[in-house]
Structure formats: structure tokens, C-alpha cells
């Protein structure tokens, strides 16, 4: 499929329609033709189908945000299983606006021109296709393994991926279900580990808001943590070893946050195997550990 533009659009190949179940179509209609489009007549669900058969699509001009979002998810809403399906491409002839690919678990983002931070759930590999820049999911990569060669410095040893590059993601391992490990050198941008129902997540930085929504599992580590830390989390355990903002815990309904601040439901004390697991985790000493508390939904 291709698409030639003459000005940027929003949301394009965008699997959630902007988050279509918050607004309803009042901002994106997934029948509503694209605007500037030349010499076209598409929806915004043509190229979401297209993608979810597993075919290309070819955009030429610049896009704007939120490009291939939740790219290669067979979301619930729309009557689909909830997991990853095998996506294709998007292959673009121009610059692309910020929070390229957030939530995306599978396909690749060609580009050509630049890209604004701060990305989403992408980390760049060596491309296959000259003269484009090469965009994998993270996500995807560590649940179905790697064929190209990480670009330096990050590196994928293992069942370990270190992100050292200094690029601010949102969404770093969404909707992640493997027993693997991220480690990002340096800040991440907002929902850290979003849906994440395995693996581990280590921020050495700080995150933005959101980090943890929605987790199912697994283990997610920050420093410093932005609003709305662990909010509608159901599983898992998320430790914020520094200051968070506001509303930590939010309709939170299971799992388990460690943090040494206050949060949205009532505090329990950490025990013998909390301070051992804060003691590995962190590198810190039992006493500092002794200083986290622990926030259980019904304890």
C-alpha cells in the first residue's frame, strides 16, 4: 500500500485509533478518510489491515505522532485475542513526529528521514533496506529474538538487552510475557512496562508518569518515578528506589510496590524475604532496605 502526504497526519497505522475506547471516535475515526493524502482515498483501518496482513505500507512525505502504535497487537477491543500477531512493515520516505511505535510488539518502522523523541517501544538495528534507518520493537525482540545487529552502544546479550544510547522511550517493554531483562543507562519517558505480564525492567534513571500501569507481572525498577506509578496494576512488583510524584498506587488491584513514600492504599511492613530481594535488587544495605514500604492492594 502506498500513501504519498503532503502535510504530517497523526495516528497513522495506528492499531488503537488514538486510544479509540477513551474518546469514542470524537478524535479518530477508523473509517475516517486521512487527511492531505494525494491522489488516495484510504482510512485509517485500511492501513491497520493491511499491516495485520502481514503486508507493507509505503507512507511518502513526513508523519506526525503516534505512528504505528501498539503496531502487531490483536487488541481485545476490537474483538481480537489480546496477543501479538506477525505485522508488516511501515516504510517511510520523510521525518517522523515523536512516540513512534509506542506498544508496538512486532513489525519494523523504516525511515528514512529523522525521528523526534521521545520514541516509543523501538531500539534501532542495522537495516536491510539502503538508504532507511531500521526500527525493531523491543517487545519483539526479546520474545522472538533478534536476526539483525543492534546498532552501538546497546547491546543484546543473552536474555539480556542494555540500552545505553541515551534516546527517552515511553512504553520500554510493553505488554512484555518472557522471562528476559532491560536495563536502560540513563531516563526513560512515561508507562515503563505497561502491560508487562513477565520479564525485568530496570530504569537506572528515572521514568516518567505512568510507569508500571496496567502490570500484570514480572518486575519493574526505577529511581525516580513521574504521577501515576504502579496505577491499575494488577501483578507484579515495581520498586521505586528514590521520590515519586503524586498518586502512587492509583486503583491499584494486585501486585506489590516498595517504596519509601506514601502512596494511594495503606502501607504493610516489608519482612525478612522483602529486605533480601531490595538488598539484591538494589545493591543497597539491609538497613536502607528496612526503610522501604510495602503497598499491597488487601493487606
Known sequence: MYLELSQPVDCLCDFTYDFYWQHGGERL?????????????????????CLKKGEDVHIRGNAGKRLGSSLGVDLKFFGGTGKPLRAGSIIVDGDIDTRMGISMVSGAIYVKGNVKQPMGNVIEVESDRPGYRM???ITGILQDGLNEALLPPNVLKGDELSIMDGIIRDTIAARLDADKKVTVEGDAGMSTGILMKRGFVHVEG???????????????????AGEFAGAYMKGGTLIIGGKARGYVGA???????????????????????????????LGISQVEAMMFRKFVRGE
Open 29 to 49: 475515526s477508523p473509517s475516517g478518510i486521512i487527511p492531505h493524502q494525494k491522489g488516495t482515498s484510504y482510512t485509517y483501518e485500511d492501513l491497520v489491515s
Open 206 to 224: 528515572d521514568t516518567g508518569m505512568n510507569t508500571g500501569v496496567l502490570q500484570r507481572g514480572g518486575v519493574i525498577i526505577t529511581n525516580n
Open 135 to 137: 526500527y525493531r520493537s
Open 251 to 281: 486503583e491499584m488491584k494486585g501486585g506489590r510496590i516498595f517504596y519509601k513514600g506514601e502512596a494511594m492504599l495503606p502501607a504493610a511492613s516489608v519482612d525478612g524475604d522483602d529486605i533480601r530481594m531490595l538488598v539484591r535488587l
